[in-house]
């Protein structure tokens, strides 16, 4: 699971042809689902649209279980999924158990 804070860096922290094969889930900053459609070729890869769309499953779903695969127990907070986001990484930190 990450973070990506600007549409303008999805392409540098994803493989364009792994978002065109479906690989990923995406979410946008209020929980909703979002659709990213890309464009592979051999010598390029091109961002065509980032719109809204139904989730493939909730984002509660994905923090519950990108938690669980981090070892972390205990239940998330209620809120915004930023909130929720920097809980998990404020348990990830060093030093924590």
């Not at 998330?76 to 999924?81: R, S, V």
Request: aromatic share 8%; net charge negative.
């Amino acid at each position: 699971m990450a973070l990506i804070e600007d549409p303008g860096r999805v392409l540098r922290q994803l493989e364009a042809i792994d978002i065109q094969n479906d690989e990923y889930v995406f979410w946008d900053a209020n929980g909703r689902g979002v659709t990213i459609t890309v464009t592979v070729t051999a010598f390029t890869n091109k961002l065509n649209e980032i719109r809204s769309s139904a989730p493939a499953f909730p984002l509660q779903d994905a923090f519950l279980s990108y938690a669980k695969s981090l070892g972390l127990a205990g239940p998330l907070p209620e809120g915004l999924p930023i909130d929720v986001w920097r809980h998990i990484q404020s348990n990830l930190a060093p030093g924590k158990s």
